[in-house]
């Protein structure tokens, strides 16, 4: 590798969501970015103008933020290479395109699709098996622009090779008779992917194009174009493919695929960019990163060239990982995080003080953020939601015939933290020749409206003395109801 800076880009469609494939080549661009001192450039090509919309390229923009992939050029950011949508740099690729007829790389071709599509009918016609190339017609048209619509061909070398060293997959030979005269430029003057990948990578100075090996097909024809505009290709890494469970690609049939969707169950940003960096790259048997071991450990030398295949529960575990451990996600990161949950079950502006000392009472059982936030929520309310199975069966005489005794112990507590209500509740508990379990569920209940909560020390101090004996009140009177009291 050279020893300048490198600068590598992301380039998306905004003709849909964030797809998970993607963010992957984003991600393995980000990383080799911020090892080295480069810069990363977010660059949005929007020819497809009847997909193309500015509200699929907004929710690009937002999922890269929410995974932490900043781009140092781009929409929203700028730079010097700019303007970073295709669509706003029309004029630029029809420079380039007159500099490709002026050194006879390449030629504008008049043939109409009626014509075109006849020929093909007709080779069709002769052999069903046959693959139709464009027999080159105007290969060689030459003066002015035609005074009729017209495409620019690539006059594409009948001989020879590209051969390139990718950063992957070693040395790659394609003979030039596997080519043939591609369209670079439609009638509107709007490229195609080859040409304006081409141009852009060029202006914005791009040293290294990482993407999936879908692309090694467009890569002869790439360096054709750098070589026909007497500019030197960048270097090549080609990245194994994320297929579906079944071998195929992978798409909305086999399940979430898009960003937005694992944001939404409550997976964490780190959690799925460590996922997703084993998709081509591994570290011996480190299975769990951070982020920030994830930069300094990343190498090309450590990409594989294997396809690998999407496994959900291999996610979930990392995923839990990522939460459970304080290296990966700390206190203030994990309530950053989960606020967003919390408001989404009508929480809003949560104590913060108070997430922060309950978060450790959960991440060892939370597998997403979504559980967590489920986990948390009776905290915030001046009541908890009360699940009615588990008030049936522990608010009731048999269970709870010791609440209102406990209630006045955990009332007298002189010392209403974890520690000190332990100690003086056990004690009592002793006195009475009974055990914490004979009398924690309905106490649990009370306190938080379920069965399954953190220990009830632990939720006691959380709560506080006045919200605690409160609950207790309200569960005593729920006992009452039940003929308990």
């Known amino acids: 590798m050279s020893n ?13 969501y964030l797809h998970i494939g993607g963010v992957r080549t984003a991600l393995f661009n980000w990383l080799w970015a911020r090892k080295t001192g480069g810069t990363f450039v977010l660059r949005i090509e929007d020819t497809d103008q009847e997909r193309s919309t500015p509200e699929n390229e907004a929710v690009i923009l937002r999922e890269l933020r929410w995974l932490g992939l900043e781009w140092d050029e781009g929409p929203e950011v700028g730079g010097a290479h700019g303007p970073y949508r295709q669509m706003e740099r029309l004029a630029l690729y029809g420079e380039f395109a007159d500099q490709l007829v002026e050194r006879g790389a390449a030629y504008r071709c008049t043939c109409t699709k009626e014509e075109l599509d006849a020929q093909r009918e007709a080779l069709k016609a002769r052999d069903a098996k046959a693959v139709f190339r464009y027999p080159g017609t105007c290969r060689d048209h030459k003066g002015p622009k035609p005074d009729r619509p017209w495409v620019l061909r690539l006059k594409a070398p009948t001989s020879g090779a590209v051969t390139y060293e990718d950063l992957v997959f070693g040395e790659v030979t394609t003979p030039n008779s596997a080519q043939q005269d591609a369209v670079l430029v439609r009638a509107d003057g709007v490229p195609l992917y080859n040409f304006g990948a081409v141009v852009d990578d060029i202006t914005m100075g791009i040293t290294l194009v990482a993407r999936g090996r879908d692309h090694m097909v467009n890569t002869p024809i790439q360096i054709l174009l750098y070589e026909a505009l007497g500019r030197t290709p960048p270097r090549f890494a080609h990245l194994p493919m994320m297929l579906a469970p079944d071998g195929t690609k992978l798409s909305k049939r086999h399940g979430a695929v898009s960003v937005g969707e694992y944001r939404d169950k409550g997976i964490a940003p780190a959690a799925l960019l460590n996922y997703l960096v084993r998709f081509g790259w591994s570290f011996g048997d480190q299975e769990v990163f951070s982020v920030a071991q994830l930069v300094d450990a990343f190498d090309w ?125 056990v004690a009592w508990l002793g006195s009475r020749s009974l055990e914490l379990k004979d009398v924690a569920q309905p106490v649990r209940v009370g306190l938080t409206g379920r069965s399954v909560s953190p220990g009830v020390f632990e939720v006691l101090e959380l709560l506080g003395r006045d919200r605690s004996l409160d609950r207790l009140d309200h569960a005593l009177s729920l006992l009452a109801a039940a003929g308990g009291a």
């Open 4 to 16: 300048a800076k490198p600068r590598l880009r992301f380039a998306p469609s905004p003709t849909g």
């Open 301 to 425: 030398a450590r990409c594989g060239k294997g396809d690998g295949k999407f496994d959900a529960k291999k996610l979930a575990a990392i995923a839990f990982e990522h939460l459970k451990r304080p290296e990966l996600t700390s206190l203030e990161a994990y309530a950053d995080t989960v606020a967003p949950f919390l408001e989404k079950r009508g929480l809003p502006g949560v104590d913060r003080g108070l997430l922060l000392a309950a978060i450790p009472h959960v991440r060892e059982r939370a597998q997403t953020l979504v559980d967590a936030a489920e986990g948390l929520d009776f905290l915030f309310r001046e009541r908890p939601v009360y699940d009615e199975k588990a008030v049936k069966k522990f608010l009731v005489p048999e269970k709870a015939s010791h609440l209102g005794a406990l209630r006045e112990v955990i009332a007298s507590s002189p010392d209403f933290t974890r520690a000190g209500l332990e100690a003086h509740v």
